[in-house]
């Protein structure tokens, strides 16, 4: 049961953010919803927030990754092309683009 | 005027930030911390109110007026001193309730209204001129630690805080504080291989400085160099080391922070802490939304060479460790200038 998954994605995959509303403890936040970037390192395996927030247990643990994107494909309108958004997201939320 | 201030002797320029910061600051606490806390203490019988008007009687209120005659910037020197243990007793006290008692993060949000307005504690706003407000934040900073003092007390006498618990914790804390950052930053400068054990590991390279790892999770660590400056935001609620590095500047936690940073990194920067980032360089924000803190190390100030560790930390400041600010250069410490979000007070009360 609490067993862990193992880590689907790594470096360098293009990752898509999940579309998704559901209310909860989510720790993903709306602006990269529907987002593509790509998995800059893996942090290994945590508890997972979404239920560990209401007392649960929030086994099985999930895969944690660094998602870098770029934030000119984040906001519409920014200015500098060089510049990056990083976020922790849960692989639960990540699908390959 | 005192040149004896544990803040490397600068003197404060903007007496309103400050207060607006205290304010803000002993809001959070006050709203989101401590009193929706004992809301779910109470909904869940782990204390009556009978219990806390118990604890109350046991303890007379202490009275702080001392009487001396204090310039305007001592006595907001002393309301930031004041509110620092406030906050620190804050951190202590509910670390420290355990047993079967099984509070959740998310009891604390409905509590407070993070989903819902009618559960949101109004705000108080402090009114009045500069004297008049530094003399209520004062009086309330008082209030607002007698409260957590017959929290505290209650819970002891119900047996959810023991006090052996608290005195270890208290202990414990008394190493913890942002000017930790200062040492992490001085010791990454000056030494390379440091630097790369704790960029890759984090916590784990910090035992080497005596520092106890604490408890919060993962170390992310981002270092700025001449091509690629990093800052840090939590849009979803507030993470960040505090364990480690103390308590966040206020302007962290507010929403126009969060909001603008992520989107427009490069214009809140310049202005509210005056920093202005050439259009060369890579901007990376962070939004760290789960289990890893982040902590930042500043660019190395040049006119640097040479200078000892100890040296080296008194000019790591609490905005850079975020990123919103450069560490100090030697020649403007005792100097340094107050933007209008700039928080370069260090808080290195153990140098």
Redesign the interface.
Known sequence: MGRAVSARFKPGDRVLVKMEDRPGHIRTPWYVRGKRGWIERVYGEFRNPETLAYGGDGLPKRPLYLVGFEQSQVWNKYEAAKDKLFIDIYEHWLEPA | MSDHAPHGGSHMHDFEAHVRAVEEDLEYYRAKRIEPRVFTFLRRGILSFGDLFDAAAGKPGTQNGDGEAKDMEQRIRALEDSLDDYVREIGLVTSSVGGNV?V???DT?VERGDYNEFFRLTRREYRGSLEERVAQLTADVERNRRVLDVLARALIKNGVLGEATLQKNREALKTAGPWHGGRIVARAWTDSDFKRRLVSEGRPALRELGIPPGRL??L?VLENTESVHNVIVC??CSCYPYDLLGDTPWWYKQDIYKKRI?????AILEEMFELKLP?SM???????????RYMVIPRRPSGTDGMQEAELAKLVTIDSLIGAGEATAPAEVGHQKETPWGHPKPRPRDY
């Open positions: 099984d959740v993060t998310e949000r999770g993962k992310g849009t979803l992520i989107a427009d990194p490069r259009a890579e901007v990376r924000v962070h939004d760290s939304t789960s289990d890893v």
